[in-house]
């Protein structure tokens, strides 16, 4: 842990591709993102937990359809310590089935109404790839960012639409779509590929007038899980953007096919690799179980306060 605290803390450099080093300095790090004049502090990681209203959600789908059980779950991710919820309507598992526009909107709108009508200054992420809902949901509903699995890909004219909505943009990586991505992922380079993307993506923002952009590698989005261990292990490259960085692992395949068990029985491992990820460089840790994910930044950042 000495090792580490060195690193996270003094320059460093990495070599991204044919041997090229480039170096970053985690100081310069972006550490605030600003949330409709609400600003969230990024130097200490933070908790995002997850709102799945969707009922072909790979873990919890169906579980949260009902008005009482919508309060119950908000309830529970803000008593447990998270200070974003991000709330999806889209199923994006592998293979998940494309729903219509209107199916989206109709369900993320009743359920933001729901919340906010109790919940007025919780700071809220929507899960959408689709511009026009992400506007409307800011529009309408004072929603706080923008989760993008798509990264801009999946729907042209997003990055314009953030530009003029003005809120955090989260960018994640994927390899096709929902429905193609784990069909054969293919990378020489794996994190060299990803920020190649990352940044053409980030210059097309910034000349758009796009300032919190929070990175996500998309775990498990167009990635094998010998893909997504190495983008763990190798999760502090993408300091090179001083930008936030978003882990979203909670209960996934790479958990529990490594472990032979099931997604329910993941919860162990899930905070296994979320501690990696903080010692890794992750800034938000997007998950389930908040209560668990709460105590491994409290422990880790703890390892700080006592020179670990």
Do not use: W
């Amino acid at each position: 842990m000495k090792n580490h605290k060195l690193n996270r803390r003094s320059l460093q450099k990495y070599k991204i591709m044919n041997n090229q080093t480039i170096e970053s300095n985690s100081f310069c790090q972006k550490k605030t993102i600003n949330c409709n004049g609400k600003l969230i502090d990024l130097s200490k990681p933070q908790v995002m937990g997850i709102l799945n209203i969707s009922k072909d959600s790979f873990y919890d789908g169906g579980k949260y359809t009902k008005k009482s059980k919508i309060l119950e779950r908000v309830k529970q991710i803000v008593n447990e310590g998270a200070k974003i919820i991000d709330i999806g309507a889209y199923s994006t598992r592998p293979g998940a089935k494309n729903i219509k526009q209107k199916d989206e909107l109709n369900k993320l709108s009743k359920t933001l109404e729901i919340i906010r009508n109790k919940y007025p200054e919780i700071i809220i992420s929507v899960d959408t790839f689709r511009a026009n809902i992400a506007k409307r949901m800011v529009n309408e509903f004072k929603v706080d960012m923008i989760n993008d699995i798509g990264g801009g890909t999946l729907d042209k004219k997003m990055f314009e639409t953030i530009a003029q909505i003005n809120v955090p943009y989260i960018m994640m990586h994927i390899l096709g779509t929902p429905q193609t991505m784990q069909i054969n992922p293919v990378y020489n380079n794996i994190v060299a590929e990803i920020i190649k993307s990352f940044s053409e993506k980030i210059n097309k923002l910034s000349l758009l007038g796009v300032k919190d952009i929070i990175l996500d590698p998309g775990f498990g989005f167009g990635k094998t899980i010998n893909h997504n261990y190495e983008l763990l292990r190798r999760l502090n490259e993408f300091y090179i953007f001083k930008l936030p960085i978003l882990v979203g692992i909670s209960r996934k395949s790479m958990i529990y096919k490594k472990l032979k068990t099931t997604a329910k029985e993941s919860l162990n491992g899930t905070t296994v690799l979320n501690t990696i990820s903080l010692i890794n460089g992750a800034n938000i840790l997007r998950v389930h179980d908040v209560r668990a994910a709460v105590e491994s930044v409290k422990l880790f950042t703890s390892t700080f306060e006592y020179g670990i």
